[in-house]
C-alpha cells in the first residue's frame, strides 16, 4: 500500500511543473480576455461615405504663392466626405483665375469639388462660362459658354467634359452635341452624338 502512494506522489512531482504552466497559461488568457482596453486606445473605425462636417451658406477662396485668389467656392449648404476628401455643394458657384487673371465660372443646382477646387462636377442647370480675353499680342478669345445638365470642369488645365446633351456658345457661334471634350489649352473641341451648330459668319 505505502508503495503505491509513493508511486502516485512522484509520478504526481513529475507531471507538476507541466500542470502548473497548463494552468498560468489558461489565467493569462482569462485576464487578457477580462482586461478592458488602455485609455487612449481607440479601434479603428471602417471609412464610411458618410460626412463629417456640414457648412452652410459657406465661401472658401484658396491662394496662389503671390496672395492672389485662385479659386472661389460658395455654396448654400456643402458636406465633405472623408472617403472621398470631396465636397458636396447645393446651389453651388465656383469663381477660378488662372495666372494673367483670367476669370472662369461655373454654377449649378448641386456640385462636387475636390480639395483645391481643381476639378468640379456640375450637375442639375449646369453653367461655365470664360470670359472673352484681350491680351496685347494675342489673338482675342472669344466668351465660351456651356450649358447642360451634367459638366465636368478642370480649372486648372481649362478643359471641359460632359457625356450628357450639352450646348456650347462660343461668341457668336453655338453648337449642340450630345458628348462634349473641350480643351481651350490646345484649342480643340470633340462633339460627338446628335451635333447640330450654327456659325456666325466673322465681320471684316
Known sequence: MMGLLREAWERFLLYFPL???????????????????AAGVVAQRPVVHEPDYFMRDFSVKTFDAAGRVRTEVQGAMARHYPDTLWLEIDRVRVRSFDAQGR????TADRGLTNEDSSEVQLMGNAVVVRDAVHLQGVAPSPRMEYR???????????????????????????????????DNVEQVLQLSGRVRGTVMPVAN
Do not use: C, N
Not at 23 to 37: C, I, K, N
Open 103 to 106: 476669370m472662369t465660372t461655373a
Open 148 to 182: 447642360g445638365e451634367f459638366l465636368h470642369a478642370f480649372m486648372d488645365t481649362e478643359r471641359v467634359q460632359s457625356h450628357k446633351p450639352v450646348e456650347l456658345v462660343r461668341g457668336k457661334d453655338r453648337f449642340k452635341a450630345d458628348r462634349l471634350d473641350f
Open 19 to 37: 500542470i502548473s504552466m497548463g494552468l498560468l497559461a489558461l489565467g493569462t488568457y482569462w485576464l487578457v480576455r477580462s482586461t478592458p482596453p
